[in-house]
DNA sequence: GCCGAGGTTATGTATATACATATTGAAACG
DNA sequence: CGTTTCAATATGTATATACATAACCTCGGC
């Protein structure tokens, strides 16, 4: 949002040239005008159609190419990029946040918690090499009677010593870790499972019914701090993605 | 397999000052040194500490806090972000791809074709105003014998008047589309359900069985061009998002 | 003590300049 | 004719500089 007037007459909101060229661009590739494979004009071609600095214009030109929607050569120009595959952003929210979107009111419960040595499963889940020890819990979301989710979790505690000193009684372990642990890397899974007996209890739904389930492996500099696995009955839960062609 | 690559000490390849201290600052984040709400120092701090100019520094600020690593504010300088919600990137790449990853043969069939105007079912999946005429097709992708995805799609012709005259029996309707109409936007919404008769007979399962559905509407510089729903059987198909902090 | 004016400060944007580097195309050479 | 060399070219990175802008601080008037 910036405040450098542009020339023309056409009476939007003030943009900066940098924003101007990137938002030109990106229309002129989206819309078709410039087809994949085509070559834009060369820095200084657009220095004069912009009649700025060639600096702005390559800024414009690297956040572009970094953003997927062209491709730059050296000595050849720029080339607008045949897109690949479609990459969509996928927000994950903490499940307070999205039952209360729902407008309902919000209960966690934790059913179970084991400290013990990782087991040769835990060690495959969190990815970790020794047998340290581990943190399990099992825990089960409601939206207001029914159950919404159940969490199956397992904390390294070698990352996270305090998590051996807390019951999880009152908070959910998701917000807690969030608060405590930078996050560098996270890992998704998502598919779906029929429930179980043990998760069609949790969940109130019958064995063999169709369910959601997200597992998320998290790092921390390069050392696993969590796994959890996310289990949805199918009607409760859909994630929703979003693609959008960054303009920075 | 880790994901976050750090140039510790005298490692390899040059790095430009710019990812130089994009690199560094990152590390000292995601390690955890710099807390959230740390402030880190002035651009004229780091300018001294690089041995470089402001606008080097200020580039690379600019980027982490595009990447959403740090806030900027005037006057005040920039601060560490607590992180909000998890986002993760989804690679959502055509079937053909993931089926010959899976090291098995693709194969394509053409179930259905229908022109019609559009019903009011067909609107609300597209986000159509018009009762224009659209394209429904049905199809089914093969990994080696088996049914591995089953294909249900709404082309909007309005948008793209050719796909009226394409038959659809040799090339699939995604690949068709992207190598001619330029995305600009799209949505995806994953779900599990159980398999209905058709599904089920469609996929070669039971009825009733689990299966991950993804459906994606796409849009084309404002004109919504195609909905389309995979379902696909619960055991061959997971999705995979990760998350990384941008390093630019 | 309240409140507004104005200065200070850190970031935001843009310019002109310089040199490095990869790649291409053509000239020079064996 | 094929190969090597070299210059031209477009991008990549960095510098010094300038001015704009938002926000905070302090000071002074009442």
Redesign the pocket.
């Known amino acids: 949002m910036?405040?450098?007037q542009t020339m023309d007459a056409d009476g939007g909101e003030p943009l900066?040239?940098?924003q101007r060229i990137l938002s030109d661009i990106s229309e002129r590739i989206l819309s078709g005008a410039w087809a994949p494979g085509h070559r834009i004009p060369?820095?200084?071609e657009l220095t004069a159609e912009y009649?700025?600095?060639?600096?702005?214009v390559?800024k414009a030109?690297?956040q572009l190419?970094k953003a997927g929607l062209i491709e730059?050569?050296?000595?050849?120009?720029?080339f607008v990029r045949r897109p690949q595959s479609q990459a969509a952003v996928l927000e994950i929210h903490d499940i307070r946040i999205e039952v209360e979107a729902l407008g309902l009111p919000y209960r966690y419960e934790r059913v179970a918690r084991h400290k013990r040595r990782s087991s040769a499963e835990d060690r495959t889940l969190l990815e970790l090499d020794s047998n340290g020890p581990v943190l399990a819990l099992e825990c089960r979301h409601f939206a207001g009677k029914r159950p919404f989710a159940h969490e199956q979790r397992l904390i390294n505690l070698a990352a996270v010593a305090e998590a051996a000193n807390e019951e999880f009684f009152a908070v959910a372990p998701g917000p807690w870790l969030i608060a405590r642990v930078p996050w560098s890397a996270a890992e998704h899974r998502i598919r779906a499972v029929a429930a179980d007996r043990h998760i069609a209890a949790a969940l109130d739904i019958e064995a063999g019914a169709p369910c959601l389930v997200v597992e998320r492996r998290t790092w921390s500099a390069e050392h696993p701090v969590t796994h959890v696995r996310f289990t949805y009955a199918a009607e409760s839960h859909t994630l929703v993605a979003r693609f959008t062609p960054s303009q920075g």
Request: charged share 25%.
């Open positions: 910036s405040m450098i900066s040239l940098h060369f820095e200084h009649k700025c600095s060639r600096m702005t390559n030109l690297s190419a730059r050569r050296r000595r050849s120009g720029s």
